[in-house]
């Protein structure tokens, strides 16, 4: 069984450029989760969607970042434009259900250097 | 504000010890808390839930307790190995608001040495 899948999973770019990070949630699973990670800030959950639709973006840091899901296997976190204290490990999770206290099951992470 | 506070200290300990990590937390109710494990450049993996009408929890060489009167977690790993190193993060989840939102702490990095 394939977990979430992420990609990239390293991505270098300058300040100004657009960042278009994907990922693959387990399949049948229809909550999915974006965290990024940094040493000074830990995990922080920027949005999470819930039967492809966006249930709290509260998390997300400001309106340079935008997140969709078209359909229940795929979604993307944009950055536009990016700053180089956008630089973190971004995660995608999945787990099924609403309101369960089911396990997430995270990505490998795609790890973003912005100059 | 909620609060989810993990000693970010790393925790040293020698093989075959007992490895006990805390996780405490302030204004919150929990109805139930997660353990994870994550490894250097890898995501979080699941360990181990605890509901807040259970005191204690087994999986193995692991042992999770949840005190809702201290508002702590402990998480304990027992007769510890350099393969048990890593850091592990906890998530205390409150029934009151909507979905799977977890907030995690900080965690912790554990070190076993031979």
């Known amino acids: 069984d394939a977990g979430v899948i992420q990609s990239p999973r390293h991505e270098v770019t300058e300040m100004g450029q657009e960042v278009t990070l994907r990922c693959k949630p387990i399949?049948?699973?229809?909550?999915l989760f974006w965290y990024r990670q940094t040493m000074m800030r830990g995990l922080e959950l920027l949005i999470y969607?819930?039967?492809?639709?966006?249930?709290?973006d509260s998390g997300m840091p400001e309106d340079r970042f935008s997140a969709k899901m078209p359909n229940a296997s795929f979604s993307t976190l944009k950055i536009q434009p990016s700053e180089p204290r956008d630089s973190a490990v971004y995660f995608c999770a999945s787990t099924f259900g609403l309101a369960n206290t089911g396990e997430l099951f995270f990505g490998e992470g795609s790890r973003l250097t912005v100059l | 504000s909620q609060k989810i506070e993990q000693n970010s200290e790393a925790l040293n300990i020698q093989e075959g010890k007992t490895a006990t990590l805390t996780c405490n937390y302030t204004n919150y109710s929990p109805a139930y808390l997660q353990w994870y494990r994550q490894d250097p450049g890898r995501g979080p993996v699941f360990l181990l839930l605890?509901?807040?009408?259970?005191k204690e929890k087994r999986k193995e060489r692991l042992k999770v307790t949840f005190d809702t009167t201290l508002k702590q977690s402990l998480f304990h790993i027992t007769a510890s190995q350099p393969a048990d190193s890593a850091t592990y993060l906890c998530?205390?989840?409150?029934?009151?608001?909507?979905?799977?939102?977890?907030?995690f702490g900080g965690g912790t990095r554990l070190m076993v040495k031979p």
């Open positions: 998530a205390p989840k409150a029934d009151n608001n909507a979905g799977n939102m977890l907030t």
């Open positions: 605890i509901r807040e009408n259970e």
């Open positions: 399949s049948g699973h229809n909550s």
């Open positions: 969607f819930n039967n492809n639709v966006p249930i709290d």
